[in-house]
């Protein structure tokens, strides 16, 4: 990128603009947030004292300038108007930044995948088309005639308010784009001097010139497009194919390793984009395909360098908890709580690792346990819950694949009622877990009562509550692994968990590159009693 244009596009909200170094800032602020952790006395003494601090925090900053660009599959931008003659008004990519639309001063996010900048240049300049109109004179036999200039899109235009672009992790295929208008999609005005039979032609009218308009437009994006949604209050329109999701995939290696490799550092699981470079006898051999329905309208996670980081770090993680059981769990059964699943980014690569007996997953939006339901099915993964039985139907799991149960509801409301039904029972749900029907399996109030090993969590920004907090604390889990994206709110849980569980060791990664953001990946071990 050259000099000059690098100083003219603007990053809103971003620390690192494209004239600095994204390398060094990506190594300071991932430097900066283990420093707070140290600082904090969170994480000064480590469960292995033996083990060099270094050993036990692993920092993963970028390592290429290429890193800090062209990550992002999801992006949503305002739109903002610059007047550029008398009645002509151009419009402008830009993003909120204290509360005021900075424009980008360029028709493409540097910081989006290649896909999206393709298809931002092309839809910008779509929008941005004028062509000239002529207009003859009444009198046919003047020679003057009147033209002027007008915009080829204007219906699209009119109180076009943002625009979002949803690709794929691998940066082929899927790029849907959502036009978001600030009044509603069509004339549908009901005065009180027209009847209804008029109000509805107008309409009509309205909504075919829209939709004309809109399919001249998404033929003119040349097949970049999947899909074209134009979106307002209560109305919704689609351009191309009807897409609830958008259809990713990632490859995950299996290997089957001894108790010593694993303790040893040895990885059993590496998770990976695509087949490059793997040879062709491996294959069908070590790698399966992990799917993913990614919706098009809730959040999925948009950086996959490190969405590949966590689960490949994760994942080894677990596999050495399950090979190392003998660390106070007198268990033949390991279940998992995952809270906060969202589309199932985690849960999926899990199931398929096949670490655990279950998996039951929690989430509160609706559309992300849809997407997840879906997700299961894809994988063969998916236990049929109650909710579901009337629209989903059952699906025979796979073999070596954990059973995946997906509930919708709150962590903290999940969180008491476990440790309500939980208390002083843990021994006999144990004893009797591998005895229940399935169908009983599907039910909220077993897994209310059921032991786990194992709690994953991956809250919002602001952490986890006080009663998942206390859930973890007095529930029956062994292990723990947080992943975080909230830097202070890490630290005031950790004072909270700190009493009852050592930290084995962490990860911090770069969530967003050029930001400020760090994800933080913790495995947290429940404190042994002292011996007597």
């Known amino acids: 990128m050259k000099s000059n244009e690098s100083i003219r596009i603007q990053l809103p909200g971003y620390e690192c603009q494209l004239n600095r170094d994204g390398v060094t800032h990506s190594r300071q602020k991932v430097e900066s947030a283990l420093n707070d952790l140290l600082e904090e006395n969170v994480i000064s003494i480590l469960v292995d004292e033996k083990k060099e601090l270094e050993k036990q925090v692993l920092t993963v900053p ?40 900075v424009p980008l001063q360029t028709d493409y996010f540097p910081v989006a995948t290649p896909r999206i ?10 929008l941005n088309h004028r062509q000239t109109l002529v207009i003859d004179n009444q009198n046919p036999t003047a020679e003057k005639v009147h033209w002027y200039m007008h915009y080829k899109y204007e219906c699209i235009r009119k109180n076009l308010s943002s625009i979002s672009f949803v690709a794929l992790w691998r940066d082929d295929l899927d790029c849907v784009v959502t036009f978001n208008y600030s009044q509603p999609l069509y004339d549908c005005d ?27 437009f998404f033929r003119d994006c040349n097949d970049s497009i999947s899909s074209l949604i134009l979106r307002s209050k209560h109305l919704k329109e689609t351009i191309g194919r009807p897409l609830l999701y958008i259809e990713d995939v990632l490859y995950l290696r299996r290997m089957h390793m001894s108790r010593v490799d694993v303790v040893s550092g040895v990885d059993a699981f590496k998770v990976c984009l695509d087949l490059d470079g793997v040879d062709d006898n491996e294959h069908g051999q070590n790698y399966v395909p992990i799917f993913y329905s990614k919706p098009i309208d809730a ?32 268990r033949c ?40 339901i879906v997700n299961c099915k894809r994988n063969g993964c998916f236990s049929m819950t109650k909710e579901d039985s009337g629209t989903h139907g059952a699906t025979t799991t ?31 749900q144990t004893e009797t877990s591998n005895t229940v029907s399935n169908n009983y399996k599907s039910s909220k109030s077993y897994w209310y009562n059921q032991y786990y090993h194992v709690l ?36 005031r849980d950790l004072k909270l968990l700190r009493e009852t569980f050592d930290i084995v060791d962490l990860v911090i990664t770069d969530l967003f590159p050029r930001t400020d953001s760090v994800e933080t990946i913790l495995h947290l071990r429940r404190k042994q009693p002292p011996q007597t």
């Open 62 to 101: 970028c390592q290429t300038h290429q890193e800090t660009l062209n990550y992002r599959s999801s992006c949503t931008f305002q739109i903002v108007q610059e007047k550029i003659s008398q009645h002509e008004f151009e419009m402008q990519y830009a993003m909120r930044c204290c509360k005021e639309a």
């Open 456 to 491: 994953l969590v991956d809250p919002p920004r602001m952490g986890l509550g006080e009663d998942v907090i206390n859930l973890a604390i007095h529930g029956s889990f062994e292990h723990i692994i947080y992943v975080s994206c909230g830097r202070r709110a890490l630290i």
């Open 299 to 330: 959040f999925h996670h948009p950086n996959r360098n490190t969405m590949l980081q966590a689960l490949n770090w994760m994942m080894n993680r677990l596999k050495a908890i399950g090979m190392n059981s003998d660390d106070g769990c007198k």
């Open 190 to 216: 009901n005065d009180d001097d027209v009847t209804m039979d008029a109000a509805s032609t107008v309409c009509d009218n309205s909504r075919t010139k829209l939709l004309s308009q809109a399919a001249e």
């Open 117 to 126: 900048q393709k298809v931002m240049k092309l839809v910008m300049k779509c």
């Open 398 to 428: 796979v073999v070596e694949t954990t059973p995946v149960y997906v509930f919708l509801g709150d962590a903290s409301e999940w969180a008491k009622k476990i440790v309500l039904k939980n208390k002083n029972k843990r021994q006999q």
């Open 333 to 372: 059964v390991h279940n998992m709580l995952e809270m906060y699943c969202g589309c199932g980014a985690h849960t999926m690569a899990i199931a398929k690792s096949n670490i655990f007996d279950s998996i039951v997953a929690i989430e509160l939006d609706q559309r992300l346990v849809d997407a997840c």
